[in-house]
């Protein structure tokens, strides 16, 4: 993957061996091999390491693949003329190969100025008291910033945004018309709990959240920034209060999420879907275009496009709404026939 | 409707063919009706746009109307001398009309002072570092405002109220010994999801939130503003961290709301009623007073004074117990009789 | 309990005469009677005051309780040789004597710099613009926080953590490598419904958060302290966005908590337990070690040992995996047996 160099600082690359002493990693392959970057594994490039976790059986692989951390049953995967290190953990360091790699500007020594000198700031927008805004950042014409929110370095806003008090933006590229409301949290590391040596440890993030034109987000909502890859949210989405929504997930043009959402990682919703309320819909899952989801919903599996699914675990409306009635009638033994 | 102006600033009558031609619309009647403000349609005064949908068969009509936005299906329903716009999207063209009559002051030129020469803030009350205090605002005697929250302009607060750090409070009036903890989220735009002739548009909310004394907010908790008219919260009532208030939901006194607590629109809630973690409201629904809802309870139908209910969908608490037991009874071969 | 001076100042001791005066409450027992801190009933020293309610049949007694707030129906639960006072509302005159003993410091007169003087701050940790740092708080080497964080006084923040953007933390001790995500509310008061003589009232909090070394923290997350006592997050317990922590939780090692995770005042979970996205459950409940609760459960009953459960009302996964399975074919004609 190309790691935005704007939110992410490049610490210059690293050979195979050295990332094997960083890592305490078995060496296989060439020890000179460059590390330039990082990737999954099923489209990294030359020099981008990847990693392959348990026997990776399923695991597609890049034909562009030059260097890899694989686990000792994963070693066979590994191909031909590539150099690789294998490890007990293998994502978890893959995470601390990245570290050596990438920095979050974010997280670098902090510029004393409250507003920094090369944030690109255009004439006719408004930024409130207390307004903190990063190195490199960019804020575009008409776009008001109400007070004490936090726009991270090389965050770029576009024009006739509204972004509310108290929010904070790290690693995100956002569109013309797009409104935060108070305390969203766009761009945060996502929830990546990875084993480790001594115990559970956060997986790093190096992507991004971009929020197209005419998004909203609401009141204390969190967008997370992808791992590898960025999280998108389509045109004209709108996002209620206090939903969440996780790392590489896509959500599609004009979909409506309402208060409570959870959407979990690299879930893709098609465009104008209908998610009401406190609906949650676990990870890796793909909901078609024009999907309806019920109030509550606790969703598990794939939806086709027109779907309108129900219940937890969420199943077709008619089939839910039959259990309902049927369940209701049953247990009453006036109504029983 | 009263707008409240020290809210939203007046920017002047439109006569309604201005307002014609600022939307797109079809004009019938006098194109020199004088639109002087906004409302609902059963609350409309002299001068105040309203606006009808669909068919509008069963919509109730002030009797004071004089002018009003509607669809082709609505043309029938509108009263002899009133006159009007006929629009695809009337929602959306009644939106256009209200941002071309006000504009919610915390969206204007922003004043360079943190805190504003216009503020009234009393000589006992503390002030923490980083509060942002707008125009017109006023703070009464022994209230506390922790650090780094935002109080907009106009926002009224009484006495010996304690509010949180990095709250944010806009069109909003608090009245005495009100708590917020921190990150309270007060008088946002609601969720207003409108289509328009691009897509979809955020609906546009010219009312106010009112805290009623004694109120207790939770840290990251959310309470919308109205779109007409206010949201209010009653005497007394709790609610816990992380809830969520959409617009013009009126809660009574006394009122407890647990934690993950999401009230949709327009929700009336009866004095004392105890609403358990997690309790869904659909919108619209009225409960009565002392009503319970069990943890977890997702409810779509009004529920009668004194009464508990659970499940998802929510019914009478003995019968969800009676189909909970039932279902594990029956769907267990060793337990059937 | 040792009440922690960094987060509360003393405001002295009384006698029981004047708790009384203050209570309106009857006096049993020496009116010299000195109260010199607040406890539990349970585990009460020498001078600190606990309270009864309702008849207190199943009340556990600490052998070296002084002085006691206790219901007229609780009268004959007092020990020999203890004072007391008899009230109506026992917790509620409880709360006003606490309130009399000590002050939490964030709330008292607030020092004009946004950095207090008397904080000790690392020359190895970077503080962003806008942070507020208050009396007596201390940062070690190589924490990083982001713009706009408040510490309230007292607070005591490891080597190496990560504190985000807006994040709150109050009468908190934090280890090293801790990691709190944009938006975390550290340390609020919990949600304590108290009835008094003028209806519903809050309870005070003397408690703490303690966030033992390397836990993280999602975005806008929050964590209550304790009411007597501590709230405990355990070493390398990974918690997602928008949870809620409540008061006197306490959360073993190694815990994960996905998003919209709700824990209900005073329950444990057993380390390497794993809670899925939206899992509630209820006060005073106790999971064993490594405990799984599926997604979207709503657990009200212990759990054991490794135990995994689901649905709501939890119950054990094949039990609940079984219903879901048995009502699907029932309630369907076509696939009914």
Redesign the interface.
Known sequence: MTVDTRFYASLGALTLETAAALTGSELAGDPKAEITGIAAADRAQKGEIAFLEGDAAHAALSARLTVLVVSEAARARVPDGVSFLVSRQPRYAHGQISRALYQPR??Q??E???ISASAHIHSEA?????V?IGAGAAIGEGT?V???S?IGPGVQIGRHC?I???V?L?CALVGDHV?L???A?IG??G?G?TPGP?????APHYGRVILQD?V?V???S?I?RGVFGDTIVG????I???C?I?HNVVLG??V?V???G?I?GSVKVGDGSMLG??V?I?DHVTLGEGVSLA??A?L?RDVGPGETWGG??A?PIR?WM???????K???PKKRD
Request: charged residues 20%; hydrophobic residues 30%.
């Open positions: 974010h997280l020594t902090q004393p100025a409250q408004i930024i409130g008291p207390g903190v008001v109400r007070p004490n936090v509204s509310g008090a108290s904070s790290y409104t409301l108070s305390g949290r945060e590391t929830f709990v001594q115990g559970l440890e956060d005419h909203t609401g009141a204390n969190c997370d045109e004209r989405t709108k209620d209060n206090l969440q996780a043009r004009s409506i309402a208060a409570f959870g979990s309320g406190r949650g676990a109030a509550s606790g598990f937890t675990p199943k089939q039959r259990e309902v009635a049927w369940l209701n049953q247990s009453n």
